[in-house]
Structure formats: structure tokens, C-alpha cells
């Protein structure tokens, strides 16, 4: 565990079990059964163990977002129908385009998959990365209805789709096939 998502597990205890027992101070509960308003300490120990398992939840997801490594140095970033137009449909070499965005999860669980194949298929292969947050206009032109979709170009023209989360095999399997 990093030092961000300690802080937010502390902060979510420390907020959570403060809550509790200003609600077991001021909500007194008349039969002393409620487990929240029946004591200022009794509220208190409820309330960490609430804003525990708050601050684990949603802090530990928010901070594991991205991948955790890097992206390649062989991975082609395309952000503008230009860079679409230059980079895919003109080149010489086969081409893997990730279209995906950020906000989506399938599409984060498979961006380190694309970027070992990127260094895997360096020179022999152009191995990029499409935003459909950043240039969403090139989702139309390339009939994306799902993504994550990987299109595989050869002379700038798609001779195979892979649409959802797939196994790296899969992709290998294209590229060898293209080669």
C-alpha cells in the first residue's frame, strides 16, 4: 500500500469515528440499545470502522486507477484526426489501434497489455493508443460502438477488430497473422 491511500485509510478512521461520536454525544439514544447514539465511545469505535471501510473502498480504488507502470516508449499516442490520418492510414508498417478512453475500467486493465506489446512488436509493428476522450470524432469515422476496440490496419485499411477485454494472446495471434 502507498503513503497516499495510508493517509486516506487514517483520515477516513479519524473523520469517521469524530462523526460518530458527535452523533453518540448529541443523539442520545433513550434505550442505550443503538449502537451509534448510545455513548460518545460507542459512537466513536462505529464510526472508524465505518469510515475505514469508506476510506478502503474509495480511497484505494481512486489511487489504483492507472497502471502502475508506465507506458512504453514504443507506444504511439493519437489525441487528433491528423495524428489518426499521419500515423495509421499512412503507414507502411502494420498497426494496432487501442481505442479507448480513461474512464473507462476494461479499457484501464488492458493499457499495460498494449504497452508490452508495443515493445514487443517495436519496428515490426505501429502499436498505438486512440483517446476517445481526447479526439472522440474519430468514433464515427472507424464504426466504434464499444470500447475498448482494437482495429488492426494494414495500408490503411482495418482488416480485423477485437471489441471488449481480451486476452494478450489474442492480439499476438492478429499480429503474427498480419506479419
Known amino acids: 500500500m502507498d503513503k497516499t491511500a495510508f493517509i486516506k485509510i487514517i483520515l477516513g478512521v479519524l473523520i469517521g469515528g469524530g462523526l460518530g461520536a458527535l452523533m453518540g454525544y448529541f443523539g442520545k439514544c433513550s434505550s442505550g440499545a443503538c449502537p451509534l447514539t448510545a455513548t460518545p465511545y460507542r459512537g466513536a469505535i462505529y464510526g472508524a470502522v465505518m469510515g475505514l471501510f469508506f476510506a478502503y473502498s474509495f480511497g484505494l480504488t481512486a489511487v489504483n486507477r ?71 470524432d474519430l468514433a464515427a469515422p472507424s464504426s466504434i460502438m464499444g470500447i475498448p476496440a482494437v482495429l488492426f490496419f494494414v495500408d490503411g485499411k482495418e482488416v480485423e477488430r477485437l471489441v471488449g477485454l481480451r486476452g494478450k494472446s489474442d492480439y499476438v495471434a492478429v499480429l503474427d497473422g498480419l506479419m
Open 66 to 136: 492507472g497502471s502502475s507502470k508506465p507506458d512504453s516508449e514504443n507506444l504511439v499516442h493519437i489525441n487528433s484526426s491528423e495524428d489518426f490520418n499521419k500515423l495509421v492510414l499512412e503507414s507502411k508498417l502494420p498497426v494496432l489501434a487501442d481505442f479507448f478512453s480513461n474512464s473507462c475500467p476494461p479499457c484501464r486493465k488492458l493499457s499495460p497489455v498494449i504497452s508490452a506489446l508495443a515493445d514487443e512488436y517495436a519496428g515490426k509493428a505501429v502499436i498505438c493508443k486512440v483517446s476517445m476522450d481526447l479526439a472522440p
